[in-house]
């Protein structure tokens, strides 16, 4: 029985067999518990309770006076009205959120959204695991905080996010990537989601706006059209190093992007209030905004989208020293890079754990 419970719960510390009961269920106890109250705080407070989902409705509902906003997207009403509804969400993020807030919001999110992909990418990954794509979009529908807690649980409970060698009672599961399946996960990033996020940003147009809702879908499409350029199977050398510069390019991009918004407002405390512990009181929907409510919904949506995934890389430590380490930096390099780059940093780290003994070795190609 203890040879069971260990091959399905990863203790994440090196600590001794008495502790493990507790590790067997804190994965269980925790993330299940981040969705459950995301869902409450996320979907009824911030989306219904406080009337967003009205002020949307009211630009949004087919039969209403036209708007801007309101666009044959696809030319089918219940998809249209629910694009509406995404860029007006959206459209009010952007042009209320400080350029300090955007810089901070937008780097983590997608980090956290390659991390699937990443993992997806890796040989022999468990089935939950391998459809990133799902992931994605239902980020997109259900939102990052209140999807990746439950994501961050099967990284965990598979024993993906472990770093504990296969001669441990609870091995990690395998972890080469090749180099096919690596510099297709880095093409798809930058073509299927930096590139769509510049041109969001930048242009601020409706269409664009409703073309970047499809970002996973984009990001999996860039995916496929590098494995037909470049089949994996004719590029079986280790993907080590490609990973490594996917992640390092996550790092310095977050970082700069921290560094020139951030770092000019880290010594005004009301400026820094207002950007991320803005209060709304969701109890009186007359007495918010559409821009509040958005602000509100997506502040926790980061808490806890984000906040799941730095909790699941934990897991990550393979002692009770790293586990401090991994703790310590996200202190210091949360406030000095930015929490996107604190998280890309941890995931070097563990790429360099996992394979940097491997730049020269073939691995099998991916057939999934």
Not at 220 to 225: D, G, S
Not at 305 to 322: P, Q
Request: charged share 10%; proline share 8%; glycine share 4%.
């Amino acid at each position: 029985m203890k040879l069971l419970t260990r091959n399905f719960f990863p203790c994440p510390f090196d600590l001794s067999d008495r502790f493990r009961p507790l590790d067997v269920l804190l994965p269980l106890l925790i993330f299940p518990f981040l969705t459950f109250t995301a869902f409450h705080i996320i979907v009824h407070q911030s989306l219904f309770q406080s009337g967003l989902q009205f002020k949307i409705s009211a630009i949004c509902e087919p039969d209403l006076a036209p708007h801007p906003y309101r666009l044959p997207y696809t030319s089918i009403t219940n998809v249209d009205t629910l694009l509406c509804g995404l860029v007006v969400f959206f459209h009010a993020l952007i042009d209320t959120a400080s350029t300090a807030c955007l810089a901070v919001l937008f780097p983590a999110f997608s980090i956290v959204a390659l991390i699937p992909f990443l993992e997806a990418a890796r040989d022999r990954r468990p089935f939950a695991l391998r459809m990133p794509t799902a992931i994605g979009v239902l980020i997109q529908l259900a939102s990052a905080g209140v999807i990746m807690p439950l994501y961050a649980l099967l990284l965990v409970i598979t024993r993906t996010a472990s770093l504990r060698p296969s001669t441990t009672p609870t091995p990690s599961p395998p972890s080469k990537i090749n180099r096919g399946n690596a510099e297709a996960l880095l093409f798809g990033l930058i073509l299927g989601y930096i590139l769509p996020t510049i041109l969001m940003l930048s242009f601020a147009r409706p269409t664009v706006t409703a073309v970047w809702q499809g970002v996973p879908l984009l990001v999996a499409l860039a995916i496929l059209v590098h494995k037909i350029i470049r089949p994996p199977s004719r590029l079986v050398q280790s993907g080590h190093p490609t990973v490594v510069v996917t992640l390092a390019f996550s790092f310095l991009l977050s970082a700069l992007l921290h560094v020139v918004y951030v770092w000019p407002v880290l010594t005004d405390t009301a400026a820094l209030r207002t950007i991320f512990a803005q209060v709304v009181d969701v109890s009186d929907p007359a007495a918010t905004t559409l821009a509040d409510g958005v602000l509100e919904f997506i502040k926790w949506d980061f808490i806890f989208g984000v906040g799941s995934m730095v909790l699941a890389t934990f897991w990550m430590a393979d002692s009770l020293l790293s586990l401090v380490g991994i703790i310590v930096w996200y202190g210091i390099a949360s406030i000095a890079v930015g929490p996107a780059a604190a998280i890309a940093g941890v995931l070097l780290w563990r790429e360099r754990r996992l394979n940097g003994k491997s730049q020269v070795e073939k691995v099998p190609q991916k057939m999934e």
